[in-house]
Protein backbone atom coordinates (compact mmCIF):
# COMPACT_ATOMS: atom_id res chain seq x y z
CA UNK A 1 0.00 0.00 0.00
CA UNK A 2 1.54 3.46 -1.28
CA UNK A 3 1.57 7.03 -1.54
CA UNK A 4 -0.02 7.11 -5.19
CA UNK A 5 2.19 10.52 -5.27
CA UNK A 6 5.78 9.67 -4.03
CA UNK A 7 5.11 6.06 -3.52
CA UNK A 8 6.18 6.05 0.42
CA UNK A 9 4.83 2.83 2.46
CA UNK A 10 1.41 4.11 4.01
CA UNK A 11 1.49 0.52 6.22
CA UNK A 12 0.09 1.20 10.14
CA UNK A 13 -0.64 5.24 10.46
CA UNK A 14 -2.89 6.49 12.57
CA UNK A 15 -3.58 9.37 9.91
CA UNK A 16 -4.99 8.99 6.46
CA UNK A 17 -1.97 11.08 5.49
CA UNK A 18 0.84 10.18 3.98
CA UNK A 19 3.74 11.16 5.93
CA UNK A 20 6.29 12.07 3.36
CA UNK A 21 3.84 14.56 0.91
CA UNK A 22 1.59 15.22 2.88
CA UNK A 23 -1.51 13.63 0.43
CA UNK A 24 -4.50 12.44 2.26
CA UNK A 25 -5.83 9.29 1.34
CA UNK A 26 -8.47 6.88 2.68
CA UNK A 27 -8.12 3.54 2.79
CA UNK A 28 -11.59 2.14 0.72
CA UNK A 29 -9.22 4.06 -2.31
CA UNK A 30 -7.03 0.67 -2.17
CA UNK A 31 -7.68 -2.88 -2.43
CA UNK A 32 -6.08 -6.08 -0.54
CA UNK A 33 -5.76 -9.36 -0.90
CA UNK A 34 -7.42 -11.51 1.33
CA UNK A 35 -6.40 -11.58 5.37
CA UNK A 36 -3.18 -10.21 4.33
CA UNK A 37 -3.90 -7.30 6.56
CA UNK A 38 -5.55 -5.86 9.66
CA UNK A 39 -7.88 -3.04 10.19
CA UNK A 40 -7.13 -1.70 13.67
CA UNK A 41 -9.56 0.47 15.47
CA UNK A 42 -7.53 3.59 15.96
CA UNK A 43 -8.93 4.49 19.70
CA UNK A 44 -8.36 0.82 21.40
CA UNK A 45 -6.49 -1.27 18.53
CA UNK A 46 -8.84 -3.70 18.50
CA UNK A 47 -8.18 -5.69 14.51
CA UNK A 48 -10.93 -6.73 12.42
CA UNK A 49 -9.78 -8.27 8.84
CA UNK A 50 -11.38 -7.34 5.41
CA UNK A 51 -14.79 -9.29 4.40
CA UNK A 52 -15.83 -7.89 0.98
CA UNK A 53 -14.60 -8.57 -2.68
CA UNK A 54 -12.10 -5.44 -2.32
CA UNK A 55 -11.18 -6.96 0.94
CA UNK A 56 -12.49 -4.03 3.23
CA UNK A 57 -14.18 -4.68 6.55
CA UNK A 58 -18.07 -4.61 5.61
CA UNK A 59 -20.20 -2.59 6.64
CA UNK A 60 -17.64 0.25 5.88
CA UNK A 61 -18.79 2.15 8.91
CA UNK A 62 -19.24 0.17 12.29
CA UNK A 63 -19.00 0.75 15.91
CA UNK A 64 -16.01 -0.87 17.11
CA UNK A 65 -16.68 -3.95 19.33
CA UNK A 66 -14.48 -3.36 22.09
CA UNK A 67 -14.43 0.46 22.54
CA UNK A 68 -17.59 1.42 20.83
CA UNK A 69 -16.38 4.03 18.73
CA UNK A 70 -17.58 4.47 15.86
CA UNK A 71 -14.88 3.35 13.16
CA UNK A 72 -15.31 4.12 9.33
CA UNK A 73 -13.04 2.07 6.94
CA UNK A 74 -11.80 4.54 5.18
CA UNK A 75 -9.34 5.90 8.14
CA UNK A 76 -8.46 2.67 9.93
CA UNK A 77 -4.91 2.00 10.69
CA UNK A 78 -3.91 -1.17 8.10
CA UNK A 79 -1.21 -3.23 9.41
CA UNK A 80 0.05 -6.06 6.99
CA UNK A 81 -0.38 -9.72 8.68
CA UNK A 82 0.98 -11.71 5.61
CA UNK A 83 4.20 -11.14 4.08
CA UNK A 84 3.20 -10.66 0.66
CA UNK A 85 0.48 -8.10 2.02
CA UNK A 86 -0.21 -5.75 -0.82
CA UNK A 87 -2.87 -2.58 -0.89
CA UNK A 88 -3.42 -1.77 -4.96
CA UNK A 89 -4.36 1.88 -5.33
CA UNK A 90 -8.19 1.74 -7.29
CA UNK A 91 -7.69 5.47 -7.75
CA UNK A 92 -4.14 6.85 -9.26
CA UNK A 93 -5.27 10.23 -9.21
CA UNK A 94 -5.47 12.91 -11.99
CA UNK A 95 -3.04 15.42 -13.73
CA UNK A 96 -5.33 18.39 -12.37
CA UNK A 97 -5.25 16.49 -8.44
CA UNK A 98 -1.41 16.46 -9.16
CA UNK A 99 -1.39 20.17 -10.60
CA UNK A 100 0.87 21.32 -8.12
CA UNK A 101 3.92 18.72 -9.34
CA UNK A 102 2.60 18.70 -12.56
CA UNK A 103 1.68 22.04 -13.86
CA UNK A 104 -1.51 24.09 -13.16
CA UNK A 105 -1.99 24.70 -16.77
CA UNK A 106 -1.29 21.02 -18.19
CA UNK A 107 -3.42 19.90 -14.63
CA UNK A 108 -5.84 22.08 -15.83
CA UNK A 109 -6.05 21.38 -20.00
CA UNK A 110 -6.15 17.06 -19.09
CA UNK A 111 -8.70 17.89 -16.81
CA UNK A 112 -11.31 19.62 -19.29
CA UNK A 113 -10.09 17.02 -22.08
CA UNK A 114 -10.09 13.87 -20.25
CA UNK A 115 -13.76 15.51 -18.78
CA UNK A 116 -15.43 16.33 -22.02
CA UNK A 117 -14.20 13.46 -24.16
CA UNK A 118 -13.90 10.36 -21.30
CA UNK A 119 -15.63 11.48 -18.31
CA UNK A 120 -16.12 8.34 -16.42
CA UNK A 121 -12.25 7.39 -16.68
CA UNK A 122 -11.63 10.86 -15.51
CA UNK A 123 -13.94 9.89 -12.34
CA UNK A 124 -12.83 6.69 -12.10
CA UNK A 125 -9.26 8.21 -11.30
CA UNK A 126 -9.88 11.42 -9.31
CA UNK A 127 -9.76 10.13 -5.58
CA UNK A 128 -12.65 10.69 -3.38
CA UNK A 129 -10.27 11.63 -0.23
CA UNK A 130 -7.96 14.11 -2.86
CA UNK A 131 -7.91 17.70 -2.78
CA UNK A 132 -9.35 18.21 -6.43
CA UNK A 133 -9.98 22.13 -6.59
CA UNK A 134 -13.55 20.80 -8.47
CA UNK A 135 -14.28 25.04 -7.71
CA UNK A 136 -10.88 26.57 -8.62
CA UNK A 137 -11.30 24.50 -11.73
CA UNK A 138 -15.05 25.40 -12.69
CA UNK A 139 -14.56 29.12 -11.98
CA UNK A 140 -11.99 29.01 -14.79
CA UNK A 141 -13.77 27.25 -16.83
CA UNK A 142 -16.66 29.83 -16.65
CA UNK A 143 -14.18 32.85 -17.67
CA UNK A 144 -13.26 30.51 -20.72
CA UNK A 145 -16.46 29.99 -21.62
CA UNK A 146 -17.80 33.66 -21.15
CA UNK A 147 -14.65 34.79 -22.81
CA UNK A 148 -15.45 32.35 -25.47
CA UNK A 149 -18.85 33.91 -26.09
CA UNK A 150 -18.24 37.34 -26.02
CA UNK A 151 -15.70 36.22 -28.80
CA UNK A 152 -18.25 34.86 -30.73
CA UNK A 153 -20.68 37.34 -30.72
CA UNK A 154 -18.49 39.62 -31.45
CA UNK A 155 -17.32 37.73 -34.73
CA UNK A 156 -21.37 37.06 -35.53
CA UNK A 157 -22.20 40.73 -35.70
CA UNK A 158 -18.83 42.31 -36.82
CA UNK A 159 -19.17 39.77 -39.95
CA UNK A 160 -22.59 40.83 -40.83
CA UNK A 161 -23.65 37.47 -40.20
CA UNK A 162 -26.35 38.35 -37.34
CA UNK A 163 -25.63 42.14 -36.89
CA UNK A 164 -29.25 42.20 -34.72
CA UNK A 165 -26.86 41.14 -32.11
CA UNK A 166 -25.96 42.95 -29.04
CA UNK A 167 -22.65 44.87 -29.53
CA UNK A 168 -20.39 43.00 -26.86
CA UNK A 169 -17.77 45.57 -26.71
CA UNK A 170 -19.37 47.15 -24.01
CA UNK A 171 -18.67 43.81 -22.17
CA UNK A 172 -15.19 44.50 -22.83
CA UNK A 173 -14.72 48.22 -22.12
CA UNK A 174 -14.42 50.19 -19.13
CA UNK A 175 -16.65 49.94 -16.51
CA UNK A 176 -18.43 47.25 -18.49
CA UNK A 177 -15.55 45.04 -17.63
CA UNK A 178 -15.68 45.42 -13.87
CA UNK A 179 -19.48 43.90 -14.28
CA UNK A 180 -18.30 41.40 -16.15
CA UNK A 181 -15.65 40.21 -14.47
CA UNK A 182 -17.61 40.39 -11.37
CA UNK A 183 -21.15 38.44 -12.45
CA UNK A 184 -19.33 35.55 -14.38
CA UNK A 185 -18.14 34.03 -10.85
CA UNK A 186 -21.39 34.86 -9.07
CA UNK A 187 -23.76 33.77 -11.64
CA UNK A 188 -21.60 30.70 -12.42
CA UNK A 189 -21.43 29.36 -8.45
CA UNK A 190 -25.28 30.24 -7.81
CA UNK A 191 -25.99 27.98 -10.65
CA UNK A 192 -23.33 25.41 -9.33
CA UNK A 193 -24.60 25.53 -5.67
CA UNK A 194 -28.10 25.73 -6.76
CA UNK A 195 -28.06 22.55 -9.17
CA UNK A 196 -26.06 20.76 -6.57
CA UNK A 197 -28.73 21.16 -4.16
CA UNK A 198 -31.51 20.05 -6.51
CA UNK A 199 -29.52 16.90 -7.54
CA UNK A 200 -29.30 15.84 -3.50
CA UNK A 201 -33.37 16.76 -3.54
CA UNK A 202 -33.58 13.88 -6.24
CA UNK A 203 -30.82 11.49 -4.47
CA UNK A 204 -32.82 12.19 -1.68
CA UNK A 205 -36.19 11.26 -3.10
CA UNK A 206 -34.75 8.12 -5.16
CA UNK A 207 -33.89 6.80 -1.25
CA UNK A 208 -29.82 7.72 -1.71
CA UNK A 209 -30.02 9.70 1.93
CA UNK A 210 -26.12 9.28 2.49
CA UNK A 211 -25.12 10.35 -0.71
CA UNK A 212 -22.79 14.08 0.67
CA UNK A 213 -23.63 16.93 -1.04
CA UNK A 214 -19.91 17.58 -1.45
CA UNK A 215 -19.45 15.13 -3.96
CA UNK A 216 -22.85 15.93 -6.02
CA UNK A 217 -20.84 20.00 -6.40
CA UNK A 218 -17.96 18.20 -7.17
CA UNK A 219 -19.67 16.80 -10.36
CA UNK A 220 -20.99 19.86 -11.12
CA UNK A 221 -18.12 21.82 -10.54
CA UNK A 222 -16.45 19.73 -12.59
CA UNK A 223 -18.72 19.21 -15.19
CA UNK A 224 -17.95 23.15 -16.09
CA UNK A 225 -15.40 21.56 -18.46
CA UNK A 226 -17.96 21.61 -21.59
CA UNK A 227 -19.73 24.67 -20.60
CA UNK A 228 -18.37 26.42 -23.82
CA UNK A 229 -20.14 24.00 -25.71
CA UNK A 230 -23.48 24.56 -23.30
CA UNK A 231 -23.07 28.79 -24.14
CA UNK A 232 -21.54 28.10 -27.68
CA UNK A 233 -24.41 25.74 -28.88
CA UNK A 234 -27.09 25.06 -26.51
CA UNK A 235 -28.21 21.51 -27.97
CA UNK A 236 -25.30 19.47 -27.75
CA UNK A 237 -23.91 21.17 -25.25
CA UNK A 238 -26.45 20.74 -22.39
CA UNK A 239 -26.53 17.26 -23.09
CA UNK A 240 -23.01 17.07 -23.04
CA UNK A 241 -22.58 18.45 -19.89
CA UNK A 242 -25.64 16.37 -18.26
CA UNK A 243 -23.61 13.55 -19.24
CA UNK A 244 -20.58 14.11 -17.52
CA UNK A 245 -22.25 15.09 -14.67
CA UNK A 246 -24.09 12.05 -14.83
CA UNK A 247 -20.21 10.32 -15.13
CA UNK A 248 -19.80 12.37 -11.65
CA UNK A 249 -22.44 11.28 -9.91
CA UNK A 250 -22.12 7.42 -10.86
CA UNK A 251 -18.79 7.26 -9.06
CA UNK A 252 -18.19 9.68 -6.69
CA UNK A 253 -21.63 8.42 -5.19
CA UNK A 254 -21.28 4.83 -6.11
CA UNK A 255 -24.58 4.21 -7.54
CA UNK A 256 -26.28 3.23 -10.56
CA UNK A 257 -25.95 5.10 -13.65
CA UNK A 258 -30.15 5.18 -14.06
CA UNK A 259 -30.00 6.69 -10.89
CA UNK A 260 -27.61 9.00 -11.46
CA UNK A 261 -28.89 10.14 -15.20
CA UNK A 262 -32.22 10.53 -13.17
CA UNK A 263 -30.81 13.37 -10.01
CA UNK A 264 -28.66 15.13 -13.23
CA UNK A 265 -31.48 15.28 -15.46
CA UNK A 266 -34.57 16.11 -13.62
CA UNK A 267 -33.00 19.44 -12.11
CA UNK A 268 -32.05 20.05 -15.28
CA UNK A 269 -35.68 19.87 -16.96
CA UNK A 270 -37.24 21.60 -13.88
CA UNK A 271 -34.72 24.53 -14.91
CA UNK A 272 -35.97 24.31 -18.64
CA UNK A 273 -39.57 24.72 -17.82
CA UNK A 274 -38.87 27.49 -15.20
CA UNK A 275 -37.37 29.19 -17.52
CA UNK A 276 -39.70 28.33 -20.59
CA UNK A 277 -42.51 29.52 -17.71
CA UNK A 278 -40.41 33.37 -17.51
CA UNK A 279 -40.37 33.20 -21.20
CA UNK A 280 -43.98 32.70 -21.38
CA UNK A 281 -44.83 35.12 -18.92
CA UNK A 282 -42.71 37.76 -19.97
CA UNK A 283 -44.30 38.09 -23.50
CA UNK A 284 -47.48 37.96 -22.15
CA UNK A 285 -47.01 40.89 -20.36
ZN1 LIG B 1 3.30 10.58 -0.37
ZN1 LIG C 1 -11.90 0.23 19.48
Redesign the pocket.
Known amino acids: MNCVQCDYLLWDLPQSRCPECGLGYEVTDYSFSHSAVHFV??????SYLGTDKQGLPQPRKFE??????P?DAAHMIVRPIADDAIGEPRHAGTPWQFRHRQGFFRGYVDGIARLALSPDEYFRLASGAREDGAMIFSVMSAYVSAALFVAALYLFRNSGLAAWLPNPTRLVTFPGIIYFICAVPFLHLAWTYLYGLLIQTVLWGLGLPKCEFDASLRAVALGSAVLPAVLLFPPVGLIWYLLVVRSGLEHLHATTSAKALAAAAVPMLLAANTGLLVLVLYWVA
Open positions: CNYCGQCVCCHQL
